[in-house]
C-alpha cells in the first residue's frame, strides 16, 4: 500500500458546526486545546511565536472554540492566547476557566464569588477581549456551595462579561467513591447548578481509551441539550501513534508520572493504535483522525478539543470532522481491547 495521505477539508475555513447549550452557541466540531502550548507538556518544544501560527492555522482551518484556563502556566496560556486573537478574535469560540490556584507544591480550588468575579476580569485583560465566550468552573471548592459559586458565574453572564457557563469534570476519577459510576458526583452538582443557571456544556475525558463519559455523563447532556467538550480525545497523545513504548518524557511532562505512560504499558497498548492505523488506511486518514471521528460519532453535541503546539496537528486534527465511519469501522473500534493501565 502506498504512503497515507492525510484527510483534509473541502475549503478554508469550512467545518461542520455544532451547537452548545440552549443558547445554541455554534462552534466548529473540532477545537483546539491550547494548555501544551506553554504547560504540562515538554517545555523544550513549547515556543510563542510557534504556538501563534498554530492558533492562527487552527482558525483558518474553520476551528473556533480555543480552550484555555487561569492556571495554566498559570496565566501564561491565556496571554498566548491573546496574542493569538489579535485581528482574529470574530473567528474565536474562547473558553476559559476558573476555580484552581497554583501553588509552589499543590492546585487548591476557590469557588469564593468574590475570587470568581476578580478571576473573570483578569482573565479578560490577558485573553485582550471584552467577552469570554464560554466560563468553565475547573473544579468545585469543597469549601464552598457549588451554587454559590455558579451564581457569581451567572452574576458575569448578566453583567456581559461571560456569554455561557460550563463546568468541567476531568478530575473525576481522583473523586470517585467506592461502588459508584465515575461521574455520579459530577452529574449531582450539575443537577444542583442547572437550577440556579443554565449550563451549556461539561468538559470531561472521552476518548477510544477512555470511554467512561458515555456511561451516564453523555445521556444527562443529550437529554438537556447540554454540549460535552471532550478532553484529551487523543489519549494525551498515544492514540495518534506517534509515541513509541519506552520512549522518554521530560521531568515537567505530565505523562512522565502517568501510569499509562510507563514502557510496560504502552506496549501493551499497542494494539488499540494498531485497531486504528488499520481503518485509518481504509479511508486515507490517520489513526488521529480516526479517534476524533470516533468521539465525533457519539453525538452532535460532542466537540473533540485535542492539544497540540504545532501547526500540522492542528489542521490534520481538524480533518477529522471530514471523516465518516462504517458501521464496520464502529465496529473494529468496539472491539478493540480496552486498555491497560490505571489512572487512579
Given at each position: 500500500m502506498g504512503p497515507v495521505r492525510r484527510l483534509g477539508l473541502g475549503r478554508i475555513g469550512e467545518l461542520e458546526r455544532r451547537s452548545l447549550g440552549a443558547a445554541a452557541l455554534a462552534v466548529g466540531a473540532v477545537g483546539l486545546g491550547c494548555m501544551p502550548m506553554s504547560w504540562a507538556y515538554s517545555a523544550s518544544q513549547q515556543r510563542g511565536d510557534r504556538a501563534l501560527?498554530?492558533?492562527?492555522?487552527?482558525?483558518d482551518a474553520g476551528v473556533q472554540l480555543l480552550d484555555t484556563a487561569d492556571m495554566y502556566g498559570p496565566f501564561t496560556n491565556e496571554l498566548l492566547v491573546g496574542r493569538a486573537l489579535?485581528?482574529?478574535?470574530?473567528?474565536?469560540?474562547?473558553?476559559?476557566?476558573?476555580?484552581?490556584?497554583?501553588?509552589?507544591?499543590?492546585?487548591?480550588?476557590n469557588g469564593r464569588p468574590g475570587y470568581v468575579r476578580r478571576a473573570c476580569d483578569a482573565s479578560l485583560r490577558r485573553l485582550q477581549t471584552d467577552v469570554i465566550d464560554l466560563y468553565q468552573l475547573h473544579r468545585a471548592d469543597p469549601e464552598v456551595p457549588v451554587e454559590e459559586t455558579w451564581g457569581a458565574m451567572a452574576d458575569l453572564v448578566t453583567a456581559g462579561k461571560v456569554r455561557a457557563l460550563g463546568l468541567c469534570a476531568?478530575?473525576?476519577?481522583?473523586?470517585?467513591?467506592?461502588?459508584?459510576?465515575?461521574y455520579d458526583e459530577t452529574i449531582r452538582q450539575l443537577d444542583r447548578v442547572q437550577q440556579v443557571f443554565p449550563v451549556s456544556a461539561v468538559q470531561a475525558e472521552l476518548s477510544v481509551w477512555s470511554p467512561e463519559a458515555l456511561e451516564s455523563l453523555l445521556p444527562w447532556c443529550t437529554a438537556r441539550g447540554v454540549g460535552l467538550l471532550a478532553a484529551m480525545p487523543l489519549g494525551n497523545g498515544y492514540l495518534t501513534g506517534t509515541l513509541t513504548p519506552g520512549q522518554g518524557f521530560e521531568p515537567d511532562d505530565l505523562r512522565a508520572r502517568h501510569p499509562r505512560f510507563t514502557a510496560e504499558m504502552m506496549a501493551?497498548?499497542?494494539?488499540?493504535?494498531?485497531g486504528l492505523r488499520r481503518i485509518a488506511e481504509r479511508h486515507g486518514a490517520t489513526a488521529a483522525q480516526v479517534a476524533l471521528?470516533?468521539?465525533?460519532?457519539?453525538?452532535?453535541?460532542?466537540?473533540?478539543?485535542?492539544?497540540?503546539?504545532?501547526?500540522?496537528?492542528?489542521v490534520e486534527n481538524a480533518g477529522a470532522a471530514g471523516l465518516t465511519l462504517t458501521p464496520r469501522d464502529l465496529a473494529e473500534i468496539a472491539g478493540l481491547p480496552r486498555a491497560q493501565g490505571s489512572w487512579d
Open positions: 501560527r498554530t492558533v492562527h492555522a487552527a482558525l489579535k485581528g482574529r478574535r470574530s473567528d474565536a469560540f474562547v473558553s476559559t476557566k476558573c476555580g484552581l490556584l497554583v501553588g509552589d507544591q499543590h492546585i487548591v480550588a476531568v478530575g473525576a476519577r481522583a473523586s470517585r467513591r467506592p461502588g459508584s459510576r465515575m501493551a497498548n499497542q494494539p488499540v493504535v494498531v471521528a470516533w468521539v465525533l460519532r457519539q453525538g452532535p453535541h460532542v466537540v473533540p478539543v485535542p492539544g497540540t503546539k504545532r501547526e500540522r496537528w492542528a
